[in-house]
């Protein structure tokens, strides 16, 4: 499930986020100067993770 979620969230990573599947973890690191961006990037971040183990739940146990 976690290469699953890792390859839901690629396409909504900035330049500043690396997102990669190790085993069952989801491992992404979020890089800035500016605190206040990495403080959005990672509210974003945890939105699209949301939607994307929803996701993957659901095409994990075959439900449309």
Do not use: F, H
Not at 2 to 7: E, L, M, P, S
Not at 21 to 42: C, E, P, Y
């Amino acid at each position: 499930n976690a290469t699953c979620v890792a390859a839901a969230l690629a396409p909504d990573n900035l330049r500043s986020m690396e997102t990669t599947a190790d085993g069952n973890r989801v491992i992404t690191t979020i890089t800035g100067t500016q605190l206040r961006s990495v403080i959005a990037s990672v509210d974003d971040y945890l939105m699209n993770l949301a939607v994307a183990e929803n996701a993957c739940s659901i095409r994990k146990n075959g439900k449309k």
